[in-house]
């Protein structure tokens, strides 16, 4: 059964940049889409940021200029870099891999992926 698992969370002040990382058991290269979801508590679970195999991403407006997402096939990683971080941003943090090529027009929409992570909980204070 493939896997993926994060890393990287914790705490930090508003400002603040962290880098979460995602390994996953089997190739993301052959993955069309891979992203990074995030919920808050008491929140619906919601899309960050994605990229394709075509290297193309989208992301939220609220992480826009801010997150950034990339992936490394030889190690089949994917990577969250967040940048000036804001107490909104505190969420629990989930990786996820489609096998289905309609991810590639909804890229963040959380029912196109069905290969999750545990979560990795970030934690921003002002």
């Known amino acids: 059964q493939e896997q993926l698992v994060e890393s990287g969370g914790g705490s930090v002040q508003a400002g603040g940049t962290l880098t979460l990382s995602c390994v996953a058991s089997q190739y993301t290269a052959n993955k069309p889409c891979m992203a990074w979801f995030r919920q808050a508590p008491g929140k619906e679970r919601e899309g960050v940021i994605g990229i394709r195999t075509s290297g193309t991403t989208d992301a939220a407006d609220s992480v826009k200029g801010r997150f950034a997402i990339s992936k490394d096939n030889a190690k089949n990683t994917l990577y969250l870099r967040m940048n000036n971080l804001q107490p909104e941003d505190t969420a629990m943090y989930y990786c996820?891999?489609?096998?289905?090529?309609?991810?590639?027009?909804?890229?963040?929409?959380?029912?196109?992926?069905?290969?999750w992570g545990q979560g990795t909980r970030v934690t921003v204070s002002s």
């Open positions: 996820a891999a489609s096998r289905s090529h309609r991810c590639l027009t909804t890229l963040i929409q959380p029912t196109e992926y069905t290969i």
